[in-house]
Nanobody, 115 residues
Framework: VQLQASGGGLVQAGGSLRLSCQAP???????????MAWHRQAPGKQREWVGD???????TYADFARGQSSISRDNSKKTVYLQMNSLKVEDTAVYYC???????WGKGTLVTVSS
């Protein structure tokens, strides 16, 4: 099952960006509940978890993301969002969406934050 992440790009430090992840119908309908996650991998670093959103709208965040990032979902659009504010240079990474139950991953979208 392929997820499609989009919305990455170049942004200045202090700016905002919203990433989107579109999932197929098989995740949003076949699975009664889902947990969609965002992860990121900075250059030369290991992939790290950013946060989750459940089909019911509950969210959890990594410590570094709490307060800066907001994850939401629109079940009717089969899309999950990652809103990132006050971006820092160290937020530069490839961001991936992932569904835990099916272990489905998107190809990632690159976010570059310039100083």
């Amino acid at each position: 099952v392929q997820l499609q992440a989009s919305g990455g790009g170049l942004v200045q430090a202090g700016g905002s960006l919203r990433l989107s992840c579109q999932a197929p119908r098989s995740i949003f309908s076949t699975y009664v509940t889902y947990v969609m996650a965002w992860h990121r991998q900075a250059p030369g670093k290991q992939r790290e978890w950013v946060g989750d959103v459940t089909s019911g709208g509950g969210t959890t965040y990594a410590d570094f993301a709490r307060g800066q990032s907001s994850i939401s979902r629109d079940n009717s659009k089969k899309t999950v969002y990652l809103q990132m504010n006050s971006l820092k240079v160290e937020d530069t990474a490839v961001y991936y969406c992932h569904e835990w139950g099916s272990d489905s991953w998107g190809k990632g979208t690159l976010v570059t934050v310039s100083s």
